[in-house]
């Protein structure tokens, strides 16, 4: 069972990093091509272009903390009905009566918010831990200078794990079943 656990993690740790990073890095480099032309389109040079790629590294954290939100819906969607190492988590109607072989995003609704919160409380406790460490074992003058939306998403990936462990206990609609 720990197996089929680590298997569907890892798998949606993939999905979610690399559409993610896609995500950012497309939005990042459009809104840099967005600011490029209303600044008038100068003639590209070696300074243009470095101030571009600036412009694209400064705003990738803040994307990537919004395309984080969208494929975190979207990678739930594809860890139900593949059999991985003997087992598969299954969607329930709401009468809890059926599976659902095709599953919407419209179907993912209320999975997805019950998820996401224990992924927050989760997350939260990351985060009181690293504080807590941070705080005595540091030499930061502050508690949050650490603190990006890189960790977070190492936090998010972490507790991802968890919350896969703990998602067919705390939600009805969400059964693991043998394959």
């Not at 497309?26 to 490029?36: A, T």
């Not at 590294?57 to 593949?82: D, E, G, Q, Y």
């Not at 406790?125 to 705080?135: E, V």
Request: proline fraction near 1%; aromatic fraction near 20%.
């Amino acid at each position: 069972m720990s197996k089929f656990y680590l298997l569907l993690w890892f798998k949606w740790a993939l999905r979610l990093t690399t559409e993610s990073i896609l995500l950012a890095t497309f939005f990042s480099i459009v809104i840099s091509f967005i600011l490029y032309i209303m600044q008038g389109m100068i003639a590209l040079n070696n300074e243009v272009l470095k101030a571009l790629f600036e412009i694209m590294v400064f705003c990738f954290p803040i994307v990537w903390s919004l395309t984080l939100l969208l494929s975190l819906f979207r990678a739930l969607k594809h860890i139900f009905n593949h059999c991985i190492a003997g087992y598969k988590l299954e969607l329930l109607t709401c009468m809890l009566d059926g599976v659902i072989v095709t599953i919407g995003y419209g179907d993912l609704v209320k999975v997805w918010r019950r998820w996401f919160m224990l992924l927050i409380w989760l997350i939260a406790g990351h985060m009181i831990f690293a504080l807590s460490f941070t705080y005595f074992f540091s030499v930061y003058e502050s508690v949050f200078d650490w603190f990006s939306i890189y960790w977070l998403y190492l936090f998010v990936l972490s507790s991802g794990y968890i919350s896969f462990v703990l998602l067919a206990n705390r939600c009805k609609r969400v059964k693991v079943v043998k394959c």
